[in-house]
């Protein structure tokens, strides 16, 4: 039982390039969300999905996009990187009782 | 006012010190509380769920005030391992997603 995994664990890109990180669970979990998390800023919601095939906007979307294409899977896209997108990314699941399981993180630097 | 609002410290204190964080949240129809953990570089996992009666997991209790939207988190006998930064939480209104306070940083030393 592997829990969360996120793929990759670090990524460097250059201004403009794009991007998908990938986030699956083996909980079969309904909830899934993308966090970033910046020094002094605290963990912050990019996008987040209640169920397959249906995604949903958090405090901090723009420059972001997500796929729910299966139930396990949640995809977080960048299609033009830009420096202020790096940070920390973490993938998490919930179970029924709003428990949130995190994955390890990715680290992304946009040069 | 800020969702959920914390004291980011940081909180140093010796190994076997009692130390208490407080958190406030701002939106009144919020139903689940929580206390997560976060080592440094690594994510965030569940130290306590939060209960309207208060509850105890060994050296730690956690209480909730609704009425003055406060939650706190009290540590006995401190461990160097409890060296860490813990994040407040609370569920947003429609109940779908979970909004972090930004943490508040314990270093506990020998």
């Known amino acids: 039982n592997a829990g969360v995994t996120q793929t990759p664990k670090f990524r460097v890109l250059k201004t403009g390039q794009s991007m998908t990180l990938l986030c699956a669970q083996d909980?079969?979990?309904?909830?899934m969300y993308w966090y970033r998390q910046d020094p002094g800023m605290g963990l912050r919601l990019i996008h987040y999905?209640?169920?397959?095939?249906?995604?949903a906007k958090g405090e901090v979307p723009d420059g972001y996009n997500v796929s729910r294409l299966k139930k396990q899977n949640f995809l977080l896209g960048l299609e033009s990187a830009a420096p202020s997108q790096t940070s920390v990314y973490f993938c998490?699941?919930?179970?029924?009782?709003?428990?949130?399981?995190f994955g390890p993180g990715t680290r992304l630097t946009v040069l | 006012r800020k969702e959920v609002e914390q004291d980011p410290g940081p909180f140093n204190v010796p190994e076997g010190a009692t130390v208490a964080f407080n958190c406030t949240y701002s939106?009144?129809?919020?139903?689940?509380f929580f206390w997560y953990r976060q080592d440094c570089r690594k994510e965030p996992k569940l130290l306590m769920s939060?209960?309207?009666s208060g509850n105890e997991d060994g050296r730690f209790t956690a209480q909730l005030n609704r009425a003055s939207q406060y939650i706190s988190l009290l540590i006995r006998d401190s461990k160097l391992s409890d060296s860490a930064t813990y994040l407040c939480?609370?569920?947003?209104?429609?109940?779908?997603?979970?909004?972090f306070g930004k943490g508040t940083t314990l270093s506990v030393s020998s």
């Open positions: 939060v209960y309207s």
């Open positions: 939480v609370v569920n947003n209104q429609a109940g779908t997603a979970l909004i």
């Open positions: 998490a699941s919930r179970d029924r009782y709003n428990e949130q399981f």
């Open positions: 909980m079969n979990h309904e909830y």
């Open positions: 939106n009144s129809a919020s139903q689940s």
């Open positions: 999905s209640v169920g397959e095939g249906t995604t």
